[in-house]
């Protein structure tokens, strides 16, 4: 999965470490754990020092988790569209050969 975390955003923005944090932590506390996720990153000992990612509220991190989410449903969205795709390609060629053939 790829995120563009493009070089010309102003300010501290969410990093690959961060939201990748933030997904595992909804995977084990659940969606909507906001308050839950905010305790671990206090906890998490490699965020020590990131004290914009320390500083976030829980309404702050339900954004990021809900963006993070629908990237991720984008994306399935895509790959499933691109395998409809190439299945529909692949049975008319089957098609078009037993068309051939007879």
């Known amino acids: 999965m790829k995120f563009n975390y493009g070089p010309g955003l102003?300010?501290?923005?969410?990093?690959?470490?961060?939201?990748?944090?933030?997904?595992?932590?909804?995977h084990r506390h659940g969606y909507g754990a906001a308050e839950r996720i905010r305790m671990e990153i206090r906890r998490a000992w490699q965020f020590r020092f990131d004290w914009f990612f320390k500083s976030r509220n829980a309404a702050e991190l339900q954004?990021?988790?809900?963006?993070?989410?629908?990237?991720?449903?984008?994306e399935n969205d895509e790959m499933r569209r691109?395998?409809?795709?190439?299945?529909?390609?692949?049975?008319?060629?089957?098609q078009a050969k037993e068309t051939k053939a007879e």
């Not at 954004?63 to 984008?74: A, F, T």
């Not at 691109?82 to 089957?94: D, N, S, T």
Request: aromatic share 4%.
């Open 10 to 26: 102003k300010g501290r923005c969410y990093g690959e470490e961060e939201d990748a944090f933030l997904l595992c932590m909804m």
């Open 63 to 74: 954004k990021r988790c809900d963006v993070i989410i629908k990237l991720i449903e984008k």
């Open 82 to 94: 691109k395998e409809e795709k190439e299945e529909k390609e692949r049975l008319q060629k089957e």
